[in-house]
């Protein structure tokens, strides 16, 4: 039930039980099915319509699909790309080189400035236009316009630097026809997120701080606005 080429191949439809094992380049003008074992095509791949395979899809070289691929095994190739056009791959694991924040692993065609990369172990980063633009950090802390962890006074979990008033600024609108207006909330409970309780009398409901770059660090404030339970809440 295998099929053995070695040399080129060019079919309209191609149904096997067993293994396909192509030698040189491989056209298939119509539909590809192996339903019984794995395709391994030693040069390039075209595809103009569906491939079906139960087991592994492995190209030495580039693949180029028009239509639909369905591989219940591994998909290996070797030294060139996969060109999906209109290509719906679903249940389909990668693994991408990490990239950078000038060429991120994961781009748009047309756009290879853009994307997601790898730019440290356990971190993940988006870059817009060639430069780093948000980052998730192995603990979950949020970098937004900077790779700089502030430490002083706390390693806050969200952080935001920038160079001019509108790249260190945050804004809310709220676009309603009413007379209310956006809103900060700063919330306090006492015990764990899943069994919270009720503050005490004289807890602190929330702060906000005002720091300065003293040479060192932030870590000296110069003022606090807080506000404190009086009484129960």
């Keep these: 039930n295998?099929?053995?080429?070695?040399?080129?191949?060019?079919?309209?439809?191609?149904?096997?039980?067993?293994?396909?094992?192509?030698?040189?380049?491989?056209?298939?003008?119509?539909?590809?099915?192996?339903?019984?074992?794995?395709?391994?095509?030693?040069?390039?791949?075209?595809?103009?319509?569906?491939?079906?395979?139960?087991?592994?899809?492995?190209?030495?070289?580039?693949?180029t699909l028009s239509g639909n691929l369905n591989v219940s095994g591994a998909?290996?190739?070797?030294?060139?790309?996969?060109?999906?056009?209109?290509?719906?791959?679903?249940?389909?694991?990668?693994y991408f080189s990490s990239g950078t924040e000038a060429a991120p692993?994961?781009?748009f065609e047309g756009d290879a400035n853009t994307g997601i990369y790898n730019p440290s172990g356990d971190n993940i980063a988006i870059s817009?236009?060639?430069?780093?633009?948000?980052?998730?950090?192995n603990v979950g802390r949020v970098l937004i316009n900077t790779d700089v962890v502030q430490s002083t006074p706390v390693v806050s979990q969200v952080q935001l630097a920038g160079t001019s008033f509108s790249t260190s600024s945050f804004r809310q609108t709220r676009f309603q026809n009413n007379t209310g207006g956006p809103s900060i909330i700063l919330a306090h409970a006492r015990d764990t997120e899943a069994s919270p309780s009720a503050l005490n009398d004289n807890d602190e409901l929330a702060k906000i701080r005002f720091n300065a770059y003293d040479g060192t660090d932030f870590a000296n404030h110069g003022a606090t606005i807080a506000a404190n339970i009086n009484g129960t809440v």
């Excluded at 998909?75 to 290509?87: C, Q, S």
């Excluded at 817009?128 to 950090?137: C, D, I, S």
């Design 128 to 137: 817009t236009n060639g430069n780093e633009r948000l980052r998730v950090t």
């Design 105 to 107: 692993s994961i781009s």
């Design 2 to 63: 295998n099929l053995i080429v070695n040399s080129n191949i060019n079919a309209n439809t191609i149904n096997t039980t067993g293994n396909v094992n192509i030698g040189g380049d491989t056209t298939i003008t119509g539909s590809l099915t192996v339903t019984g074992g794995e395709l391994t095509v030693r040069e390039n791949a075209n595809f103009d319509f569906d491939v079906f395979i139960e087991d592994d899809l492995n190209v030495g070289s580039e693949t």
């Design 75 to 94: 998909i290996t190739l070797g030294d060139g790309d996969i060109n999906a056009n209109g290509v719906d791959i679903s249940g389909f694991t990668g």
